[in-house]
């Protein structure tokens, strides 16, 4: 979700923290995001947490800072029309991720969606990545994993799914990277390709 679906190169949860709660430690408030993320709790009982006096508010205002790529929903369509099937697979708090998709109208781009606030575990734990392949109904091999950060890439290939990053960070990269939804597309096209060349 973010820093590929959405614009967040710089993890957009800290920088809103340090304007509305000044004070408030990085570590304090990753152990408590950390915790609602996994589903522990829920959103209005993390901004509790926190230090906010109004939860619903707070959580309004951040979510509102988050923008969509405008690249994501015609590359979606187009490889939906291609028959492609997608899924989302997201560290977030449940509430959050439903909100975001429900502003963009995001569901009806996904064949599957895995929220770790909803099923209780977290990239790179190897079993998010397997109940998505599964709600696919998609054997990882034929699957094509994209992120923005290397950890989760690396997950992802110990189960036989390609990687790509999603350089949305400007990092240094070994592996297949792309700065935007049309380079992926384009990306993505090749190893179509070369898949379709294979069983020929």
Same mark, same amino acid.
């Given at each position: =979700?973010?820093? +590929?679906?959405?614009?967040?190169?710089?993890?957009?949860?800290?920088?809103? =923290?340090?304007?509305?709660?000044?004070? &408030?430690?990085?570590?304090?408030? %990753?152990?408590?995001?950390?915790?609602?993320?996994?589903?522990?709790?829920?959103?209005?009982?993390?901004? @509790?947490?926190?230090? $906010?006096?109004?939860?619903?508010?707070?959580? @309004?205002?951040?979510?509102?800072?988050?923008?969509?790529?405008?690249? $994501?929903?015609?590359?979606?369509? @187009?490889? @939906?029309?291609?028959?492609? !099937?997608?899924?989302? &697979?997201?560290?977030?708090?449940?509430?959050?991720?439903?909100?975001?998709?429900?502003?963009?109208?995001?569901?009806?781009?996904?064949?599957?969606?895995?929220?770790?606030?909803? +099923?209780?575990?977290?990239?790179?734990?190897?079993?998010?990545? !397997?109940? +998505?392949?599964?709600?696919?109904? #998609?054997?990882?091999?034929?699957?094509? %994993? #994209?992120?923005?950060?290397?950890?989760?890439?690396?997950?992802?290939?110990?189960?036989? =799914?390609?990687? +790509?990053? $999603?350089?949305?960070?400007?990092?240094?990269?070994?592996?297949?990277?792309?700065?935007?939804?049309?380079?992926?597309?384009?990306?993505?096209?090749?190893?179509?390709?070369?898949?379709?060349?294979?069983?020929?």
């Amino acid at each position: =979700m973010y820093g +590929v679906v959405m614009k967040d190169p710089t993890g957009g949860l800290a920088p809103y =923290m340090e304007t509305a709660m000044p004070g &408030l430690s990085t570590e304090e408030l %990753y152990t408590h995001w950390i915790a609602a993320s996994n589903g522990s709790f829920g959103s209005h009982e993390f901004f @509790r947490r926190i230090g $906010f006096d109004d939860p619903h508010r707070a959580e @309004r205002e951040y979510l509102d800072t988050i923008e969509l790529d405008d690249g $994501f929903i015609p590359e979606a369509e @187009r490889l @939906r029309g291609m028959g492609m !099937k997608l899924a989302l &697979l997201s560290n977030d708090i449940s509430e959050w991720s439903l909100w975001l998709r429900q502003k963009y109208g995001l569901d009806r781009l996904f064949d599957a969606v895995a929220v770790s606030g909803d +099923v209780g575990f977290t990239k790179p734990d190897a079993r998010i990545f !397997k109940l +998505v392949s599964q709600r696919l109904d #998609i054997a990882p091999e034929q699957c094509v %994993y #994209i992120d923005d950060r290397e950890r989760f890439l690396t997950a992802a290939e110990a189960l036989g =799914m390609t990687a +790509v990053l $999603f350089n949305s960070r400007n990092v240094v990269y070994d592996g297949p990277s792309v700065r935007s939804f049309a380079e992926l597309g384009r990306l993505l096209d090749g190893i179509l390709e070369a898949e379709n060349a294979r069983q020929l």
